[in-house]
């Protein structure tokens, strides 16, 4: 589905949704945003830790109109995030739904490493 560029009420459905998702990950929401560009919708969620195998990558959690949730790491450079894995389903799940499927991601945590290096 496309949206229309001034179609707020759109835009401010998925502002509420990512609000939600954010709030059921325990996020503080600083490092989200939400993509409104001529045709789609999109959303950004900075997740806090690491990939294991990926210790060098921030990892994001991005929403995609037609397509739903992804994680993915971030590039060194101007390139996309590295898309790694799609939550299946409906391209909206419940954000109880995505919290669940973000917790079986295993991400590390910086003060784990430092434990875990001690």
């Excluded at 502002?15 to 919708?41: K, M, P």
């Amino acid at each position: 589905m496309e949206w229309e560029i001034d179609d707020e009420s759109a835009v401010r459905a998925l502002l509420a949704y990512v609000s939600d998702v954010t709030r059921a990950l325990g996020l503080s929401g600083e490092s989200s945003c939400v993509q409104a560009d001529t045709s789609r919708l999109g959303a950004y969620l900075a997740l806090d830790g690491h990939l294991p195998g990926f210790s060098d990558r921030d990892v994001a959690l991005l929403w995609e109109e037609g397509r739903g949730w992804s994680v993915a790491v971030e590039s060194d450079s101007a390139e996309p995030p590295f898309v790694l894995a799609r939550l299946r389903g409906p391209v909206r799940p419940e954000p109880v739904a995505v919290a669940r499927w973000v917790a079986r991601l295993n991400l590390v945590h910086d003060d784990r490493e430092l434990l875990a290096a001690s």
